[in-house]
């Protein structure tokens, strides 16, 4: 499962399958801060992830770009718009360096009927959908709240342990895309992370997050 409870094809696969979905495609590389899918692009290909991570954003009616989630290692991103034959429905773009693989549209859906996985790919893609629902549950909750609600879910996501107990997040988002995330003004996204960096619950440095106390945190985001 992802760090927020979604079906990740890949762990549902077993060994010999996700040989052979790999063995379809060709290696792809991508730099930090790089577009992999447009919105609204066709859906010709999606991508294996073997390694970093990535950020999913789509604009909103008012043309803010909000950012919908965080994927990595193991996700096989655009496969919901070539499963639909749908434009794609949102952009994908590297935070981290990326490393994977990238597979023909035609491939994957010759891949999914072969080894009967409609209904896996079928359930994530409703899970994936459900959850704009929980930015009406992040509305309810003050910005320290929901700053570190999502700061747990980067970590549970792409999070690299430490051996002090700590969890380091290598990442380029900015203070604004946290601010997009959890419906906050990037001003306050900016305090809070102060407060907390005061608190010596999180450590900030270049393109690395540090979250120093997963307990206290998870207090903070129940608005405790």
Do not use: C
Not at 25 to 42: L, M, V
Not at 69 to 74: L, P, Y
């Amino acid at each position: 499962m992802g760090g927020d409870g979604l079906i990740r094809i890949m762990d549902v696969l077993t060994e010999d399958q996700r040989t052979a979905l790999e063995s379809l495609g060709e290696p792809i590389r991508y730099r930090a801060d790089e577009t992999i899918f447009r919105e609204g692009q066709h859906p010709h290909w999606v991508l294996l992830i073997q390694s970093g991570s990535v950020k999913i954003t789509r604009v909103a009616a008012d043309g803010l770009e909000m950012i919908l989630a965080v994927r990595g290692t193991g996700e096989v991103m655009g496969d919901e718009g070539v499963l639909m034959g749908e434009s794609r429905s949102a952009t994908v773009t590297t935070i981290t360096e990326v490393v994977g693989i990238e597979v023909k549209a035609e491939d994957l859906l010759d891949f999914v009927g072969q080894h009967g996985l409609w209904p896996v790919m079928y359930r994530a893609a409703v899970q994936r959908g459900r959850q704009s629902d929980q930015r009406a549950l992040l509305a309810r909750l003050d910005v320290k709240s929901r700053l570190a609600r999502w700061l747990l879910e980067l970590a549970g996501e792409v999070g690299e342990p430490g051996a002090d107990g700590s969890t380091g997040i290598a990442a380029t988002l900015s203070q604004q895309d946290l601010a997009s995330r959890i419906g906050a003004s990037r001003e306050a996204v900016a305090i809070e992370l102060r407060r907390l960096r005061e608190q010596r619950l999180v450590t900030t440095g270049r393109q690395r997050i540090v979250l120093n106390d997963l307990d206290a945190l998870r207090r903070i985001s129940t608005g405790d």
